[in-house]
């Protein structure tokens, strides 16, 4: 049900995802923020049970943040993230998995260049310029296979994502009224706008 | 058979939820290996550039079709594997012990197994090629013609067993290769989308990465 989509552009990536906590046939909440920043330079996009979501986020973000500290203060690039994450995914896949579907987004501030990363449950990785997790994805990715191209800016790339935000709150069965868009760059991890404030009680 | 129902979607073998195809073919004195390049959840595509194969020394290459996931996690192993090898023995895998060590590391998990059913291509002390499959338990195969996996085999044993001849030089052995590969990703929705093929001979290698359809 849920929504997580990412576009990458020339120095950075746009994560964007809905805001809606549910289960069954009740809301529990549509403020919910589902892009956890990782570390400094990027942040991931969860979809899945909202228990999974949380674990596995604060997992990940609190074991990066321990290797700054034990490593003194050496980051690991997106890639190592990303790879990092999945290993954790398929170490637990054959023991007790963690039913998310993941978008990761990051800049490596020592290459220059940003990166997004595809995950799913089982711990498949896949390097794209953009992509889409759940159902959002039948409706998404047509519209990035068209408007995406090399060398975008960031209001091109905000483009496309509102764009598909449009598509799935007109086309999508399931009201997803509230979406929260974040940006990944040079400058870190920033919140580009939401549907609802998550700080909200 | 390990089935899986994910979604509304109809029940699919899990070895062909991601899609994949790969041939390895022998050669004189070189072989070669080629795979598809995509990646997909079932039915939709999630990226053209997920490569099943993988270079483990200037003399051995391992093509991976199967689950993904346990593409990339027997791909790690099989590297940690490669180096503690190479820290005790100091000295290179061949392709024949690389392929014993796949086989045994595929069996220790007989009864949950890692989905994936990899070929091995590479060429020994004398030059010659070397290669073996097997299925998702670690049963060898071992010829000296071609050996083929993943989601289009019925396709690619008819394509390989019409086109392939004896004692082909690299450059004929890339091109049987290439149109081996493509006419049998052409007529398989889960592979496809891009090609690479390497040949392996004892002055080096050489990848070539294909433009094929892309549906």
Same mark, same amino acid.
């Given at each position: ?60 973000? %609190? ?11 050496? %980051? ?109 760059? %040079? ?15 | ?215």
């Amino acid at each position: 049900m849920d929504t997580v989509f990412g576009v990458e552009f020339d120095g950075g990536v746009i994560l964007a995802s809905d805001q809606t906590n549910a289960r069954s046939i009740l809301t529990y909440q549509t403020n919910l923020d589902k892009i956890t920043e990782l570390s400094s330079h990027s942040a991931m996009g969860i979809s899945g049970p909202n228990a999974d979501l949380v674990n596995f986020s604060e997992y990940i973000s %609190k074991n990066l943040a321990l290797y700054e500290l034990s490593n003194d203060g050496l %980051k690991l690039s997106p890639h190592a993230q990303a790879n990092f994450c999945r290993g954790e995914l398929a170490t637990a896949l054959r023991k007790g998995p963690y039913q998310v579907n993941i978008m990761l987004g990051g800049y490596d501030t020592v290459k220059g260049e940003a990166s997004l990363y595809w995950m799913d449950y089982l711990a498949a990785l896949a390097k794209v310029n953009y992509g889409a997790q759940g159902y959002a994805s039948s409706f998404c990715l047509s519209i990035m296979d068209r408007d995406w191209k090399e060398g975008l800016t960031c209001d091109e790339a905000v483009g496309i994502v509102e764009k598909c935000i449009k598509e799935l709150q007109v086309r999508f069965l399931i009201a997803q009224p509230n979406f929260i868009i974040k940006v990944v760059d %040079k400058d870190g991890v920033r919140t580009l706008k939401f549907g609802a404030d998550p700080a909200d009680n | 058979k390990y089935q899986v129902q994910i979604s509304e979607a109809r029940k699919m073998s899990i070895l062909e939820y991601n899609g994949a195809a790969i041939i390895a073919m022998g050669g004189k004195d070189c072989v070669g290996i080629a795979c598809d390049t995509r990646l997909g959840a079932q039915a939709q595509t999630v990226s053209c550039d997920f490569r099943k194969v993988f270079k483990m020394n200037d003399r051995t290459f391992v093509g991976l079709a199967g689950l993904a996931t346990d593409v990339l996690t027997m791909n790690n192993l099989l590297k940690f594997r490669q180096n503690l090898y190479e820290l005790r023995e100091e000295r290179q895998l061949t392709p024949k012990v690389f392929s014993n060590l796949l086989s045994n590391l595929l069996y220790e998990k007989r009864f949950g197994p890692y989905f994936i059913e990899p070929v091995v291509a590479g060429l020994d002390e004398n030059n010659k090629p070397f290669l073996s499959g097997m299925d998702l338990i670690g049963a060898p195969v071992y010829t000296d013609d071609f050996v083929v996996s993943g989601t289009a085999t019925a396709n690619m044993y008819g394509m390989c067993e019409t086109l392939y001849k004896k004692d082909m030089e690299p450059e004929e052995l890339f091109e049987t290769l290439s149109q081996a590969l493509l006419a049998s990703v052409d007529r398989d929705a889960l592979s496809g989308w891009g090609a690479v093929v390497h040949i392996v001979t004892k002055d080096g290698v050489i990848s070539r990465e294909l433009k094929g359809r892309r549906d």
